[in-house]
């Protein structure tokens, strides 16, 4: 049976017309009943619902209607779904809780109205409820690669390059960083993909993209001129026909380094782009990654349109998370001109004080979450559960690490590295959305959450053909809502000859 409210109003109920529900996405339709005559007050007016039209499982939303005329009495109650509490909090708006579920549903509220000529209508609304589920790293389904041209186009080349990856839907192509001492942007189309079996995977065979808009430098371009020296791209986004992108300082020792941000604007003529002052994000390298948009519903929820994150993957521990991190943000705020800071909320946080794993040297052999050869390197809610997935790479989880030691195979390494030269992984991290939620209402820490699964990525081209014995690890990554796709870059693994070095890009689908 369905709850039911109803809501009296003793004196002639005026609510102006235009007012939003912050955060959310609002449904608004116009009242229009060909039933009640054309001189009816009601028949004349403007009657909307908004509020959002997307909710999660056990969550709480508003709704309001708006009007611009005068009401005697107006009466919520649900038409259909599962059972959900509808609670009045000021006259014309109702909360609504839905219940606990594990699967999918959607729900129908309406607002009865009357006015003191005893004329009556009906406003409806329908929400999405998403219900409480969990992705697994099955959800990923490899679909095919690409390699990417490694001679110099413009400003820069694709080898030796850092991973900063962002797809354009627009054109189905990729925005790419180039070489790690340039830092420039080119644009790729994504050709066919090629799928080998894996006791076949040869490079040679993948279809090779050339830049469709050359490698253009970029922090040269920035009105301020660099002033703290940023030198490495930490994450890229397309989005609205803008570049976001995220800079830090490779090894800041003093860990001072505010400027993070910038919007490059005009990509469809990379010759010709204009770069945005510098901005600084809250969290600085904490959040100044990879940037992902949330689904819809996500959205609705925490009133943010996108996630930013990053972990300990420059050098310098003492000013980095030491685990992945989710940061909520606006990409709209980078548009701002009051403040030259991003605000961001803090889902997931670490620090030295407070570390992801407290062994990251992993003394005690016993460590397979994080050490100090991991990095993540992208990280995105799952479409249709509450799954945050991280991806990236780890090390040193079965042989042990240390500083500057020399390897089972006679390298001495410059700083931490496995015992074991071959003991180097891609790896993946997947955290239960319900912990972030529990953050964001005071009930934990950002530090204390811990991932529900985690291990080992099996990706293709893993080994690098020429040197079988190097490992091919993920240095960059991007997910495309639309499509449902993910990007993930393989450092170096198109080399074919004794200099190039290129990447190969995955490309994977989630879910079905």
């Known amino acids: 049976m369905k709850s039911l409210q109803y809501f009296g109003l003793s004196t002639i109920l005026a609510i102006l017309y235009g007012c939003g529900n912050d955060g959310s996405r609002n449904d608004a339709v116009t009242i229009n009943d060909p039933m009640l005559p054309e001189t009816s007050t009601l028949a004349s007016s403007l009657f909307t619902i908004s509020g959002p039209t997307t909710a999660l499982q056990d969550s709480q939303f508003r709704l309001t ?10 009466r919520w109650q649900q038409l259909s779904g599962p059972t959900v509490s509808l609670q009045e909090t000021t006259p014309g708006t109702v909360d609504v809780i839905t219940p606990a579920n594990n699967f999918d549903s959607q729900i129908t509220i309406a607002a009865s109205v009357s006015n003191d000529q005893g004329e009556s209508l009906q406003q409806q609304i329908t929400i999405q409820v998403q219900g409480y589920k969990l992705a697994s790293i099955e959800d990923l389904t490899y679909q095919g690669a690409f390699r990417l041209d490694s001679a110099t186009h413009g400003d820069s080349t694709a080898s030796y390059s850092n991973g900063a990856i962002a797809y354009n839907p627009n054109n189905h192509s990729i925005f790419y960083v180039g ?255 319900k912990d972030m939620i529990a953050v964001q209402q005071g009930v934990k820490q950002a530090y204390e959450i811990r991932p529900y699964d985690y291990g080992l990525l099996d990706t293709p081209y893993k080994n690098l053909q020429m040197a079988p014995e190097k490992v091919n690890l993920i240095s960059g990554a991007n997910y495309d809502a639309a499509s449902n796709q993910l990007f993930v870059v393989l450092k170096g693994a198109g080399q074919l000859g004794h200099y190039d070095n290129p990447p190969v890009i995955l490309v994977y689908q989630i879910g079905q």
């Open 65 to 74: 209607l708006h009007t611009d005329t005068q009401l005697e009495a107006i």
């Open 179 to 433: 070489h790690q001492y340039h830092q420039a942007i080119a644009e790729f189309p994504i050709p066919e993909l090629v799928k080998q079996p894996s006791v076949e995977e040869d490079i040679r065979l993948l279809n090779t993209s050339y830049p469709s808009q050359d490698f253009v430098t970029i922090l040269d371009k920035q009105p301020e001129g660099n002033p703290e020296n940023l030198n490495r791209t930490t994450g890229i986004q397309f989005y609205n026909n803008h570049i976001y992108a995220n800079y830090a300082v490779y090894y800041d020792a003093p860990g001072d380094t505010k400027d993070t941000s910038l919007v490059i604007s005009g990509v469809d003529d990379l010759a010709n782009l204009q770069v945005s002052s510098i901005y600084e994000m809250e969290g600085a390298v904490h959040s100044a990654g990879w940037i992902s948009a949330m689904p819809q519903v996500w959205q609705d929820y925490f009133g943010y349109s996108h996630l930013a994150g990053y972990a300990s993957n420059l050098a310098i521990n003492s000013r980095s998370s030491i685990g992945p991190t989710a940061f909520l943000m606006n990409l709209q705020d980078w548009h701002s001109t009051d403040t030259d800071k991003i605000p961001t909320e803090a889902l997931m946080d670490f620090g030295l004080r407070h570390q992801i794993h407290p062994e990251r040297y992993n003394e005690s052999g016993d460590n397979n979450l994080w050490t100090e050869l991991s990095e993540a390197h992208h990280g995105f809610i799952v479409p249709g559960t509450y799954t945050y997935m991280v991806i990236g790479r780890s090390g040193g989880h079965h042989s042990g690490l240390g500083y500057k030691i020399t390897q089972n195979n006679g390298h001495t390494c410059g700083g931490p590295c496995a015992y074991d030269s071959r003991d180097y992984y891609n790896y993946y991290w997947l955290f239960d959305m």
